[in-house]
């Protein structure tokens, strides 16, 4: 299921992904696509962005997969996913445009679906993400760990 406009609207608005510019170009499907134009403001001594933007980046994209991991409209209505653990690779300086790229793995997805299905209140799961510049050219690969609840649970139907 496409929910790029969802996810435009729910993150899109977070002052640091504001800042920092970030875009969802694509979440559907449990991947996502997310990306900004390095801002002078968030660069680092040499010019690229700076390693908090990356991190910044890599959320971006891990929350719009899992987002993107709903397969109705609502069920992503009362999850709250919060960072429990990164782990980022600085690969290259970052500079220009970067696009992000994350889609859940099957054991992502498998933690996650009882949340979004109702079916439980908590998940913990792991996202990895890969940034890539203009050229195509690996510049940073990250992990977060996601602690996933639910505040709230649909009355049964």
Do not use: K
């Amino acid at each position: 299921m496409d929910v790029t406009e969802q996810a435009r609207a729910l993150l899109e608005p977070v002052p640091a992904h504001r800042t920092a510019g970030i875009e969802v170009l694509r979440a559907a499907d449990g991947a996502a696509e997310v990306a900004l134009t390095t801002p002078h403001e968030l660069t680092n001594v040499i010019g690229s962005l700076h390693s908090g933007g990356l991190a910044a980046l890599i959320d971006a994209a891990g929350l719009a997969a899992i987002i993107a991991a709903g397969e109705t409209e609502d069920a992503f209505e009362g999850v709250v996913p919060l960072g429990a653990r990164a782990s980022l690779d600085f690969l290259a300086p970052a500079r220009g445009r970067l696009v992000a790229t994350c889609r859940l793995d099957d054991e992502a997805s498998r933690a996650l679906r009882p949340v979004l299905a109702r079916e439980t209140d908590r998940a913990r799961l792991t996202t990895h993400t890969e940034v890539v510049d203009s050229s195509g050219a690996p510049v940073c690969r990250g992990s977060f760990e996601w602690s996933v609840r639910r505040t709230t649970q649909a009355p049964p139907e």
